[in-house]
């Protein structure tokens, strides 16, 4: 039972560090087996987590496509003909969470597509660059990737090496 209740907070960590909700939280309760050694502390999910919604007070106007590359809304249109194939994106960066399972995971957006399909989801293990730079970001696509916990996404792209320009 503690290794399920251990489990369940290290989930919830790693769900509330991946969706970077702007919103307080509550301490988590859990409830504790009766034969369940005392611990000295439990973990907790952080009152306050620092985030900004994806795309929030970003402009996102006059970004060019990549030399040889692709908007944000073609990697989603064209995805599974990119699948396993290296592309490059230009956008700005709209959100930034580090070191989440060996990577930093980023937003990019240039301005294209709709609801869907103007958030591209990079992940890279490189130099982090902060919300609001122009990236180009070169990696591999990949479709149908399910991380557990609720994230999944239909397109990703991973690997990447981040240029700020």
């Known amino acids: 039972m503690l290794k399920a209740t251990i489990g369940s907070l290290l989930a919830i ?3 509330v560090s991946l969706s970077g909700c702007g919103k307080q939280q509550p ?24 985030a900004q919604q994806p795309g929030a007070a970003v402009d996102l106007s006059g970004i060019a496509r990549a030399e040889g590359g692709k908007t944000v809304a073609e990697v989603y249109g064209e ?4 699948a396993g194939q290296k592309v490059s994106v230009r956008g700005k960066v709209v959100k930034v969470n580090s070191g989440i399972m060996g990577k930093n995971w980023l937003h990019v957006r240039d301005g294209s597509g709709s609801d869907g399909t103007n958030d591209l989801t990079v992940t890279t293990t490189g130099a982090l660059p902060t919300v609001g730079d122009t990236v180009v970001v070169s990696g ?10 609720g994230y999944s996404y239909d397109v990703i792209v991973e690997e990447a090496a981040v240029t700020v320009e």
């Open 13 to 15: 960590s790693l769900a």
């Open 27 to 50: 301490p988590v309760e859990t409830a504790r087996a009766p034969e369940a050694p005392a611990m000295a502390a439990q973990p907790q999910v952080p009152a306050e987590h620092p």
């Open 140 to 149: 591999t696509v990949a479709t149908d990737r399910d991380f557990g916990a």
């Open 79 to 82: 995805k599974d003909a990119l």
